[in-house]
Structures are given as structure tokens and as C-alpha cells.
């Protein structure tokens, strides 16, 4: 993929790929239905109205939409000198978050920044520099990149700088991400698989020695092996998951009936919005949402196979495997095939930094897809 020599033919712009479009829109929209239903009841007690939720989450994804036309008409090579300044911003965010009375918790971490009423996640744009960072890096470096110390240590580091940011926070589900993310775009751009396999010998320890030494994290892990142990702590939002689908049926209970969200599934409109359309869509909703999942992630492939250069394929490489990741962990957690993790489904949960800036990958994509070789 990452092969692709750098081509400078002249010729039109593709037309917008309709069938990346199809999918990303209706996912937003599904989204925003089922935030209000998710969280209408959860709005009317606590906050200011049933339509507290759903009302922010609009304007989310108009800002969201609003910020892929940007991105869809920006050449997307103008993200090349900004790689640097993207890294260092992020990396700045992510430390502010950890100064005393800068971030804002919530859940038990400290992940957001909070200016003028408005909360903001620093490891959305951590994730969005990393890739264009790691794009970059990578094609400047492909003649030399069999080189540990040129084509894999350098973006080793930055991966570690901000793993460390973010693991102060804590958010573990994040650096997993970020780590199968990066190794992904690194296999991508032609770093040796010797060095990506004996680099991972040496995480894996690490990892196993992060989670046996937290016991929230330990818990978490012996919770997915066993949720009905821990029925009234750690079980209870899988368990709760686990009976929306199953009470949805083939069908669903129908928009707005559903029974879990009402009180006794966490999160039903961020983390868990998946189980709520399983209880209220069926087997049918699922396995739509899953197919316009699919359709992304084949849809962002072709554009990273059928790009005009190096940069633009990795580039478009990492947003679509970002991307799906994401909705993999998320669909797996709700389904409890992985442990818990605080990753929201992309495109549909609700959340500003993150729909912000998933759309606006989502317009680089097309912008891509859009100067491919004709």
C-alpha cells in the first residue's frame, strides 16, 4: 500500500465517493435518534429536559458535518507541514488535562478540558496527529525505513510520549487503540514485521503488568471471563447489556420501548448506545449498523489503495483502521466478546470532540478519495 511512488498527473478531481457519504450520514442520523431515546428519560430527571441530550447532539453533528465539508474541500496534503504542530498541540492538551484543576473529571478520569462551558477530549486530536504524524514520517522515510533506528524508533517514541500522557489519566482503552493503530500503520508503511514483532514482545510484559497492577483494571478482566460473578458491581452494565439484546429479539421492542436505558444500563447513550439499539432495533438493526460499518471500512480501503501518493495512502490507511478499530472495541464491549473499555461507538454516541473530529477525518477521507489517480 504504502509503496505507491509520489505522482504528480494532472487531471480532474474525482466526484465525492457517494458511497463513503451513504453510510457516514446515516450513521450520524440513526445516532442522534437513538441519543434522544437513549437518554430522554435520563435528561428529564437530572438535567433541564427530555431534550437535553438530544438537542446538544444535533448541534454536534452539524459542527461535525460542518467540519468534513471543510475537510472534504482541503487538499489533504496541507496536513504535511502542520504533522509537527498537530504533534506538538496535542501533546501539550494532554498534559494540561493533567494539571490541577485544568481537566475535567468524570467516571473516574481525568480526560477532558472544559473552556467556557464547552468539554473537549485532547486524545481525539492525539489520535488524529499521531496518524498524520505517522503518515508523513513514513513517507519521507520509505527508502531508508528497514532502519530500526529511522523507521521505527522515532515514531516508537511519540507513541510512548503519549501513551504515558494518557495513561495518567487513566485511559487504557485509549492507549490500546493508539498502540494496535500505530503498529497497523507502521506495517502499512513497510516497517520490517521483525521489528514491529520484537518491539511487541517487549510491550506485551508491560501490558500484562499494567493490568495485574491495578486492581480496577484486573477486576475489569476477570469481570469479561465472568460477568454474572460480579452481578451488582463490575458485572452489572455487561450483564444489562447483554440482556438488551437478548430481549430485543430478531426485531426490537420498537424506537423509544426499550426497558435497559431506563435506570439500569450506564452510559446507554455513550458507551452502551449499541445495546440500546440491539433492544430496540433487533438483529436487524445490528447487523444494518455492522454492514454500514463494513462499508466505511471498504469504502476507506479503496481510497488508501487507489491514492495519488504515499502520504495520501497512509494517510487514508490510518483514518479508516482509527475509525473501525473503535467500532470493533465498542460493538465487541456491548456484546462482551472484550473487556470494558470507555470507547464510544463512532459516528452514533454522544460526545462533541469526538464527533467532531471523526467527521473531519471522515472529509480528509473523501478529500483523498476525491485526488486519486484518474
Not at 320 to 336: E, F, P
Amino acid at each position: 500500500m504504502a509503496a505507491r511512488p509520489t505522482t504528480h498527473k494532472s487531471g480532474h478531481s474525482a466526484p465525492p465517493d457517494l458511497m463513503l457519504i451513504f453510510p457516514v450520514i446515516m450513521l450520524v442520523g440513526i445516532g442522534i435518534a437513538m441519543v434522544y431515546s437513549a437518554s430522554s428519560e435520563i435528561a428529564l430527571r437530572y438535567y433541564t429536559g427530555e431534550y437535553y441530550f438530544f438537542t446538544r447532539q444535533l448541534i454536534n453533528a452539524l459542527l461535525g458535518l460542518s467540519a468534513m465539508l471543510v475537510c472534504m474541500v482541503l487538499p489533504y496534503r496541507v496536513f504535511k507541514p502542520l504533522s509537527y504542530v498537530l504533534l506538538l498541540g496535542a501533546t501539550i492538551l494532554l498534559a494540561i488535562v493533567l494539571v490541577t484543576g485544568a481537566g475535567h473529571s468524570a467516571g473516574g478520569a481525568t480526560r477532558w478540558l472544559r473552556v467556557m462551558g464547552v468539554s473537549f477530549q485532547p486524545s481525539e486530536l492525539a489520535r488524529l496527529a499521531l496518524i498524520v504524524f505517522m503518515a508523513y514520517s513514513l513517507t519521507k522515510k520509505q527508502v531508508k525505513v528497514a532502519d530500526p533506528t529511522i523507521g521505527f524508533l522515532p515514531h516508537l517514541l511519540v507513541l510512548g510520549i503519549f501513551s504515558l500522557l494518557i495513561l495518567m489519566q487513566p485511559d487504557f482503552g485509549t492507549i490500546a487503540i493508539f498502540w494496535v493503530l500505530s503498529w497497523m500503520i507502521m506495517f502499512a508503511g513497510r516497517v520490517p514485521l521483525r521489528h514491529l514483532a520484537s518491539a511487541m514482545l517487549l510491550v506485551m510484559p508491560a501490558a500484562a503488568w499494567l493490568l495485574i497492577s491495578s486492581e480496577y483494571r484486573l477486576k475489569r478482566y476477570m469481570t469479561f471471563l465472568d460477568p454474572w460473578k460480579y452481578p451488582l458491581d463490575e458485572g452489572y452494565q455487561i450483564i444489562h447489556s447483554l440482556m438488551a439484546f437478548g430481549s430485543g429479539g430478531i426485531f426490537g421492542k420498537g424506537f423509544g420501548e426499550g426497558y435497559q436505558k431506563l435506570f439500569y444500563l450506564p452510559a446507554p447513550h455513550t458507551d452502551f448506545i449499541f445495546s440500546v439499539i440491539g433492544e430496540e432495533g433487533g438483529l436487524v438493526w445490528v447487523l444494518f449498523v455492522v454492514a454500514l460499518y463494513m462499508l466505511i471500512l471498504w469504502r476507506g480501503l479503496r481510497i488508501a489503495s487507489h491514492a495519488r501518493d504515499c502520504f495520501g495512502s497512509l494517510l487514508a490507511f490510518g483514518i479508516t483502521a482509527s475509525l473501525s478499530l473503535q467500532a470493533i472495541v465498542n460493538m465487541g464491549v456491548n456484546l462482551s466478546l472484550l473487556p470494558t473499555k470507555g470507547l464510544s461507538l463512532p459516528l452514533m454516541s454522544y460526545g462533541g470532540s469526538s464527533m467532531v473530529f471523526q467527521l473531519a477525518c471522515v472529509g480528509i477521507l473523501l478529500n483523498i478519495g476525491m485526488s486519486e489517480k484518474i
